[in-house]
T-cell receptor, first 116, second 112 residues
């Protein structure tokens, strides 16, 4: 079946512009996660959704970052007034249920964001 | 916040040699997951360990969870070139908390 998809695969933007990243989770997966991975680094948790609600927003780096999920499916991560330090690969993952319930997490291919 | 140390950061081995990466936490973990990320790819889930002292095997890979649930290891026997990549552990600190904290990863390179 189809896996997690993300768009765009690459995004180059100028400093100060807003960007919107999209994630389509696996159908039926109620949990959705956003991570950021800088070059050669580990994954940094940003936010997760259970259905349409985001119980834990503590990982968002600043108030320039926001995310929403509608219909329990597609999610968008928005970065306003992008800065060069926002350059990274943004990864989305989905899970049938919560990770605390021992469910497996499936990652999308990521969006590589470059802020010039 | 939850922190997890992973060692070594890099490992270069001759093809056919064994490889081990370790993950350590200062706090008791509810579970631990292991992921593999090939160069240029995204993380792929390998396994999840939940029980104290648990040992699981997948072909040449052996995963262990410490008795105190504060450390874990991934051991690969007789490495092959297909094992190249970065191996991450990831932990949930508390039951019901969905924030997965990833280790820094161990990058494995194989010398043919």
């Amino acid at each position: 079946g189809a896996g997690v998809s993300q768009s765009p695969s690459n995004k180059v933007t100028e400093k100060g512009k807003d960007v919107e990243l999209r994630c389509d989770p696996i159908s039926g997966h109620t949990a959705l996660y956003w991570y950021r991975q800088s070059l050669g680094q580990g994954l940094e948790f940003l936010i997760y959704f259970q259905g349409n609600s985001a119980p834990d927003k503590s990982g968002l780096p600043s108030d320039r970052f926001s995310a929403e999920r509608t219909g329990g499916s597609v999610s968008t991560l928005t970065i306003q007034r992008t800065q060069q330090e926002d350059s990274a690969v943004y990864l989305c993952a989905s899970s049938r249920g919560g990770l605390a319930g021992n469910n497996e997490q499936f990652f999308g291919p990521g969006t590589r964001l470059t802020v010039l | 916040g939850q922190q997890v140390m992973q060692i070594p950061q890099y490992q270069h081995v001759q093809e056919g040699e064994d490889f081990t990466t370790y993950c350590n936490s200062s706090t008791t973990l509810s579970n631990i997951q292991w992921y593999k990320q090939r160069p240029g790819g995204h993380p792929v889930f390998l396994i999840q360990l939940v029980k104290s002292g648990e040992v699981k095997k997948q072909k040449r890979l052996t995963f262990q969870f410490g008795e105190a649930k504060k450390n874990s290891s991934l051991h690969i026997t007789a490495t092959q070139t297909t094992d190249v990549g970065t191996y991450f552990c990831a932990v949930l600190a508390n039951f019901g908390n969905e924030k997965l904290t990833f280790g820094t990863g161990t990058r494995l390179t194989i010398i043919p």
